[in-house]
């Protein structure tokens, strides 16, 4: 699976969008990119995932580049209970659904 | 919520016990993963099952074992109990479809004292 680099801090201002990058550039053509989320000593959340177009859903969108060697996680409208580790992961589709590989993630922390 | 239940949530022992983990996953998901997650580590895959046969091994010490059962519930066996073996360990599930996202539960929180 692809490595994933990402910041490892980010501030936002509640009521704010916030844009969390992530880097991939060494993804082939069959990985998906995912997004988790976890909020301290909770279960990882998932959020949202893709291939190669944008997506959306009830908690984010999903921006990927042209090129897939990058992505953005949207999360519209910020609150305080977003603040959380953020995980891009990307992973290979295949027919048998492997594990995720966790890296540190980047600590998102909502300031009212 | 995930969908998925993990019990119990809470777990004190001493050190040189086994227990016992348990893991419901999300109904219609063939596949169960358990993690670990330790203070200052992040989160470690151990190993994965899939329709009742194991799938993939992480970094999974000879003394854990784990099975998954006709329901496909699953359970994670730690022996020999250390110190370092407290942590929190997650279990997760999927349909086991291609590009289909893990879906986590809450946790149990294992001290070894």
């Known amino acids: 699976d692809a490595k994933t680099t990402q910041p490892t801090s980010m501030d936002c201002a509640e009521g704010r969008a916030a844009n969390l990058p992530c880097n991939h550039s060494t993804i082939s053509g069959n990985e998906y990119v995912y997004w988790y989320r976890q909020i301290h000593s909770q279960g990882p959340q998932y959020i949202i995932h893709?291939?190669?177009n944008n997506e959306t859903n009830e908690m984010a969108s999903l921006i990927i580049t042209e090129d897939r060697k990058s992505s953005t996680l949207i999360l519209p409208h910020a609150t305080l209970r977003d603040t959380a580790v953020y995980y891009c992961i990307v992973r290979v589709a295949s027919g048998s659904a492997r594990q995720l590989t966790f890296g540190s993630g980047t600590q998102l922390t909502v300031l009212p | 919520d995930s969908g998925v239940t993990q019990t119990p949530k809470h777990l004190i022992t001493a050190t040189g016990q086994r227990v016992t983990l348990r893991c419901s996953p999300r109904s219609g998901d063939l596949s169960v993963y358990w993690y670990q997650q330790s203070l200052d580590q992040g989160l470690q895959f151990l190993i994965q099952?899939?329709?009742?046969?194991?799938?993939a091994k992480g970094n999974i010490l000879e003394r854990f074992s784990a099975q998954q059962f006709p329901d496909l519930h699953s359970e994670l066996n730690l022996s020999s109990l250390e110190l370092g073996d407290s942590a929190l360990y997650f279990c997760?599930?999927?349909?086991?479809?291609?590009?289909?996202?893990?879906?986590f539960g809450n946790g149990t929180r294992l001290t070894v004292t």
């Open positions: 099952y899939y329709n009742g046969e194991e799938r």
């Open positions: 997760a599930s999927s349909t086991g479809g291609a590009g289909s996202p893990l879906h």
């Open positions: 893709g291939l190669k």
